[in-house]
């Protein structure tokens, strides 16, 4: 084969290999087709636990019952985003990996942090709060619980499949780890004298103090919160990447233009009002 044509018959080969590539990786794309089946059904549905205030909660506005609070103010701007409407499905925090996976709920709103381990089943967007864990108690208790030592055989709840149930198993060895899938129901109980204490994220516990401020306060015993395990997401179907791609523009924008802030204050202020 004489040299000028090898060269055609090689640049013919690898233009078309070029073209095999980019049509894969539009293929590839378009197969994604989490936006549109959103689009196709007018209705974001998104699930959260509405019992972690001032991310999400129940108040009833006009006697009708509605869920509110950060996590669905930043829900209602993805739905906008995609020009849909906003549909909330509240359940327990504990099956809310799986109704995802299952395809009950299109996206997990619910103060959910991205832990590795969560990571192995679902994605998450980037994050749009950070968490740190203390450890609520009784008003009159306040004083009583100062280091680990002095939580040693004390009943202490955490929320069941959360973070705070990681560090009460890690960092109470020596208390009594009570787990409950509603943390309504464990701070009840706190508030009753059946647990001496609750581990619960600090935005949570000072919305606590603030709203009951006769009931509630914050111990001064220090809880580690560990580096995986401090940033709030939306979890996604590691399928739907251009879904998450959406959200992490909706989060970025909001961000930058610091209406996230605004928006944490707002949610606060709404559970105030509704207390």
């Known amino acids: 084969m004489k040299k000028s044509m090898f060269k055609k018959v090689i640049g013919i080969i690898g233009i ?8 894969a990786g539009c293929s590839s794309k378009s197969s994604d087709k989490s936006v549109t089946k959103i689009q196709n059904k007018k209705t974001l549905v998104v699930g959260t636990s509405a019992d972690y205030a001032p991310f999400e909660f129940p108040i009833v506005k006009n006697g009708s019952k509605q869920i509110v609070g950060y996590d669905m103010m930043l829900a209602k701007k993805i739905a906008d985003n995609l020009g849909v409407k906003l ?6 925090f504990p099956s809310l990996i799986s109704e995802l996976k ?14 590795a381990q969560r990571k192995k089943v679902v994605a998450f967007s980037k994050s749009y709060y950070t968490v740190y864990n203390v450890m609520l108690v009784q008003k009159d208790k306040a004083n009583d619980f100062n280091t680990i030592s002095s939580l040693a055989n004390k ?3 955490a929320q069941q499949t959360t973070t705070q149930e ?15 899938a509603s943390l309504t129901s464990l701070t009840t109980e706190l508030a009753n004298g059946k647990l001496s204490g609750v581990i619960v994220e600090k ?5 606590y103090v603030k709203t009951y401020p006769d009931k509630y306060a914050i111990a001064k015993v220090k809880l580690t919160t560990p580096k995986d395990a401090r ?13 998450k791609n959406r959200v992490n523009k909706v989060i970025t924008k909001l961000k930058k233009s610091g209406q996230l802030d605004k928006m944490f204050k707002k949610a606060e202020d709404l559970q105030a009002k509704y207390k």
């Open 16 to 23: 078309t290999m070029v073209a095999g590539l980019v049509l």
């Open 87 to 92: 549909k909330i499905v509240n359940t327990e």
């Open 102 to 115: 299952n395809n009950k709920v299109d996206l997990v709103m619910a103060g959910m942090v991205s832990t």
């Open 155 to 157: 009943s202490i709840g």
């Open 166 to 180: 990681s560090i009460g198993k890690s960092q109470l060895p020596k208390s009594n780890l009570v787990t409950e």
């Open 203 to 207: 935005a949570i516990a000072d919305n």
């Open 231 to 243: 940033q709030i997401n939306v979890a996604v179907r590691k399928s739907d990447k251009a879904l």
